[in-house]
């Protein structure tokens, strides 16, 4: 009986850290949407590294070389692609003059093909996005660059994923729209961890300053989050929420891959700042506490208090996701935001499972 009672003492902690951790991202809910646009006219480099992307660039590269900013350039730098890549950008070249192109020498990798595009951009402003990515608006190249002054020289984005009626669909975007609660709040906080490639904007000044070190330049993924928290030493770092400034992708159409995607992602962590590792883990060990204890209260008698607790987190969790689905227009999902959040938490498990007992160790 008192081992049952410090489990449920210890039910009501994670309850009401997990109702704190709901809490710190109003913030972010209820910021103004004030439209403003970069009106400064910089010269902008928008970047992006292709391998094998002749499809997603027939698709998608339009919207982006028709933007409605006076002064810019698209530089895309194709990585050794064995598709009609190379086809696909001649055919554009043809008709705008915005468009640059290289290619790749040296190892084929998208660091590389990246810093490749750093050297031959010719704006003071870069902008990051992937060939994959959609976007819809014109507006969006004006607004990701919108809040960049001399003292605040890095801008994070929003990155959703396509919706589909599919329950991994759905919770991949569920796990796309927390880590963006997360990241976007942390910044808002004046603590950023994290930043996603496919939309990002920083100044041409802070990326010849920032060198990442051979370690972290070795890692399959996540040298984005790496990049940022060095940045974060030299500039203050702002977002950018407004629906415009979206950047849209496909989500991985199978678990397997996007299992195989999160193992690469997970490993950066243990760069993090020691700061970053603590919090992440206490949202991740009460998440995992909280759940943990629900699924027992499916087979053992519980207090009337822990219902209470249990109902107050879901009634917050709703209310959270349902604000946050309508600013970053994630349709419905809030509805079923308490399944697939207990979901996401035995997927993360797993994860954290699989690495322990066989870590990824081939270099990409």
């Known amino acids: 009986m008192y081992v049952f009672a410090v489990f449920e003492n210890l039910f009501?902690?994670?309850?009401?850290?997990?109702?704190?951790?709901?809490?710190?991202?109003?913030?972010?809910?209820?910021?103004?949407?004030?439209?403003?646009?970069?009106?400064s006219q910089t010269f902008i480099s928008v970047l992006i590294c292709a391998k094998n992307e002749a499809k997603n660039l027939q698709n998608n590269l339009a919207f982006?070389?028709?933007?409605?900013?006076?002064?810019?350039?698209?530089?895309?730098?194709?990585?050794?692609?064995?598709?009609?890549?190379?086809a696909v950008l001649r055919q554009f070249q043809q008709n705008n003059s915005k468009l640059r192109c290289f290619s790749s020498t040296g190892n084929s990798s998208k660091k590389t093909a990246l810093q490749l595009a750093k050297t031959n951009a010719q704006g003071n402003i870069f902008v990051l996005t992937d060939a994959d990515c959609y976007i819809p608006s014109a507006?969006?190249?004006?607004?990701?660059?919108?809040?960049?002054?001399?003292?605040?020289?890095?801008?994070?984005g929003y990155a959703p994923n396509f919706k589909k009626n599919t329950f991994l669909n759905a919770l991949q975007n569920y796990e796309t729209l927390t880590t963006a609660l997360q990241y976007l709040s942390a910044a808002l906080y004046n603590s950023p961890y994290m930043a996603v490639g496919r939309n990002l904007a920083y100044t041409k000044t802070i990326s010849q300053e920032i060198n990442l070190s051979n370690k972290e330049n070795k890692l399959l993924?996540?040298?984005?989050?790496?990049?940022?928290?060095?940045?974060a030493k030299k500039s203050k770092i702002k977002i950018q929420i407004k629906p415009d400034s979206f950047a849209y992708s496909h989500a991985e159409d199978s678990l397997l891959k996007w299992w195989n995607q999160k193992r690469r992602h997970i490993t950066t962590a243990n760069y993090y700042r020691l700061k970053d590792k603590?919090?992440?883990?206490?949202i991740f060990i009460t998440k995992f506490y909280f759940w943990a204890f629900t699924v027992g209260m499916l087979f053992f008698t519980t207090s009337t208090n822990s219902k209470i607790?249990?109902?107050c987190v879901l009634t917050c969790m709703l209310l959270i996701y349902n604000k946050a689905s309508t600013k970053f227009k994630s349709g419905n999902l809030w509805l079923i935001s308490p399944i697939l959040d207990f979901s996401l938490i035995c997927f993360q498990i797993s994860l954290f499972i699989s690495n322990l007992v066989s870590p990824i160790k081939k270099w990409k």
């Not at 070389?65 to 064995?82: A, G, R």
């Not at 993924?221 to 940045?231: K, N, P, R, T």
């Not at 603590?278 to 206490?282: F, G, K, T, Y």
Request: proline share 2%.
């Open 12 to 39: 009501f902690l994670a309850a009401l850290l997990y109702i704190f951790y709901l809490i710190s991202f109003l913030k972010l809910l209820f910021l103004k949407k004030n439209i403003s646009y970069n009106s």
């Open 64 to 86: 982006i070389l028709d933007q409605d900013y006076p002064n810019f350039e698209v530089i895309v730098v194709n990585d050794k692609s064995t598709d009609h890549t190379e």
């Open 221 to 231: 993924s996540g040298d984005d989050d790496l990049w940022l928290q060095h940045a």
């Open 139 to 156: 507006n969006w190249l004006k607004l990701i660059t919108q809040p960049i002054n001399d003292t605040e020289q890095v801008v994070l």
């Open 278 to 282: 603590i919090i992440l883990a206490s």
């Open 309 to 311: 607790a249990l109902l």
